[in-house]
């Protein structure tokens, strides 16, 4: 029975190295294992064997079987391979000319982001940068942002489990939850913890938000913040910095006001509200544009900087917003869809 087994496992698996068609796979199927089949007799004639001899005879049989089955499946991929390559067609040769010839161009975000890096790098800042996935630390407690505030409840922050797996990102709080960042502010945090002022950085970047995608909401967008650490920073200081950088941005006939606010991280607080009627789609007197203030002195405690010595303020806006205000672009979604209709209009 063992070399009758063994021939039968040698006759298939030549016969099914030779099998190239589905058809031709299920014949062989039902030649070995169907109602009729080679290895299927061999089973039936298990009544027929000696009591004593049935375990080590149930045992090859079995073996045998999950050989088999190795064999018809090995088969059945090379045959899945070969109609997925024959669907594919011959492979692409990457060193040929592109049918579409032509420079690219940059996407719209990108155009705006490094337009906005431009402009506040002639003001001296430096672009700074900083990880995505953060921690509670320097997202919130740094910026003291209250535990009960809304933003660190889950309906709002992205949170990630098993964090260890994400490595070493903060020695503040051990056991701290890790998160998608929600602002750029983090860099903020960890710009200043690097060493000590006058620091003037402007850090853009992706943030995520769990916010429902519609015309004018997703859940992951771009920000754009600027910080200024020096000795007696005022507000006069950061509306000069914000009417500069948005005349430069939009044009003439562009101005700004500030409505106060509240903010955990800066005291005094303030909305920024842009008045661009020069521009598509701005048919308002005034639209809300971005977040500003003087920064807390708790802030700077927390970092190590004497407030009584040091001063700052610190605004942050969306890039999609100002991206859709300049290009009167009406709907956030457009700049996710990667369709080359809309990308190609910001061709040089």
Same mark, same amino acid.
């Given at each position: 029975?063992?070399? #009758?087994?063994?021939?039968?496992?040698?006759?298939?698996?030549?016969?099914?190295?030779?099998?190239?068609?589905?058809?031709?796979?299920?014949?062989?199927?039902?030649?070995?294992?169907?109602?009729?089949?080679?290895?299927?007799?061999?089973?039936? $004639?298990?009544? @027929?064997? !000696?009591?004593?001899?049935?375990?080590?005879?149930?045992?090859? +049989?079995?073996?045998?079987?999950?050989?088999?089955?190795?064999?018809?499946?090995?088969?059945?991929?090379?045959?899945?391979?070969?109609?997925?390559?024959?669907?594919?067609? !011959?492979?692409?040769?990457?060193?040929?000319?592109?049918?579409?010839?032509?420079? %690219?161009?940059? #996407?719209?975000?990108?155009?705006?982001?490094?337009?906005?890096?431009?402009?506040?790098?002639? @003001?001296?800042? @430096?672009?700074?940068?900083?990880?995505?996935?953060?921690?509670?630390?320097?997202? &919130?407690?740094?910026?003291?942002?209250?535990?009960?505030?809304?933003?660190?409840?889950?309906?709002?922050?992205? *949170?990630?489990?098993?964090?260890?797996?994400?490595?070493?990102?903060?020695? #503040?709080?051990?056991?701290?939850?890790?998160?998608?960042?929600?602002?750029?502010? =983090?860099? $903020?945090?960890?710009?200043?913890? /690097?060493?000590?002022?006058?620091?003037?950085?402007?850090?853009?970047?992706?943030? *995520?938000?769990?916010?429902?995608?519609?015309? =004018?909401? =997703?859940?992951?967008?771009? $920000?754009?913040?600027?910080?200024?650490?020096?000795?007696?920073?005022?507000?006069?200081?950061?509306?000069?910095?914000?009417?500069?950088?948005?005349?430069?941005?939009?044009?003439?006939?562009? /101005?700004?006001?500030?409505?106060?606010?509240?903010?955990?991280?800066?005291?005094?607080? &303030?909305?920024?509200?842009?008045?661009?009627?020069?521009?598509?789609? +701005?048919? /308002?007197?005034?639209?809300?544009?971005?977040?500003? %203030?003087?920064?807390?002195?708790?802030? &700077?405690?927390?970092?190590?900087?004497?407030?009584?010595?040091?001063?700052?303020?610190?605004?942050?806006?969306?890039?999609?917003?100002?991206?859709?205000?300049? *290009?009167?672009?009406?709907?956030?979604? @457009?700049? *996710? $869809?990667?369709?080359?209709? &809309?990308?190609?209009?910001?061709?040089?």
């Amino acid at each position: 029975m063992s070399g #009758h087994l063994t021939a039968l496992l040698e006759k298939a698996a030549l016969e099914l190295q030779a099998v190239r068609a589905r058809p031709e796979l299920e014949a062989a199927k039902a030649r070995y294992v169907g109602p009729n089949g080679e290895l299927t007799a061999v089973m039936k $004639q298990m009544g @027929a064997v !000696p009591k004593e001899e049935r375990p080590a005879l149930g045992r090859l +049989v079995n073996e045998s079987k999950q050989k088999l089955q190795i064999l018809l499946d090995a088969a059945l991929a090379r045959i899945d391979q070969a109609e997925l390559a024959a669907q594919l067609g !011959p492979p692409l040769d990457p060193t040929l000319p592109s049918p579409q010839p032509g420079p %690219g161009t940059f #996407h719209p975000l990108t155009l705006v982001r490094e337009e906005l890096c431009r402009i506040l790098r002639k @003001a001296g800042f @430096a672009v700074a940068d900083g990880p995505e996935v953060e921690t509670e630390f320097y997202c &919130f407690d740094a910026l003291s942002t209250p535990t009960d505030h809304p933003a660190r409840d889950a309906q709002d922050t992205f *949170y990630l489990p098993e964090a260890a797996r994400f490595g070493n990102v903060s020695k #503040h709080t051990p056991g701290e939850r890790y998160l998608l960042r929600t602002h750029t502010s =983090s860099v $903020q945090v960890r710009a200043m913890l /690097k060493g000590p002022p006058p620091i003037r950085i402007v850090s853009p970047g992706r943030v *995520y938000r769990r916010d429902t995608s519609d015309a =004018s909401h =997703s859940a992951n967008f771009h $920000q754009l913040e600027c910080l200024y650490v020096d000795r007696n920073v005022t507000v006069r200081d950061l509306k000069s910095l914000l009417d500069y950088l948005f005349e430069s941005l939009l044009g003439p006939g562009t /101005k700004i006001r500030f409505r106060p606010h509240y903010f955990s991280y800066t005291e005094p607080s &303030f909305e920024v509200d842009l008045s661009a009627r020069h521009l598509p789609k +701005v048919n /308002k007197e005034w639209i809300e544009i971005g977040g500003c %203030g003087i920064v807390d002195p708790s802030v &700077f405690s927390t970092v190590g900087y004497d407030p009584e010595i040091w001063t700052g303020y610190a605004f942050g806006m969306g890039i999609e917003r100002l991206a859709m205000i300049l *290009y009167g672009i009406d709907d956030i979604r @457009a700049f *996710y $869809q990667n369709d080359l209709r &809309f990308l190609n209009q910001f061709s040089p």
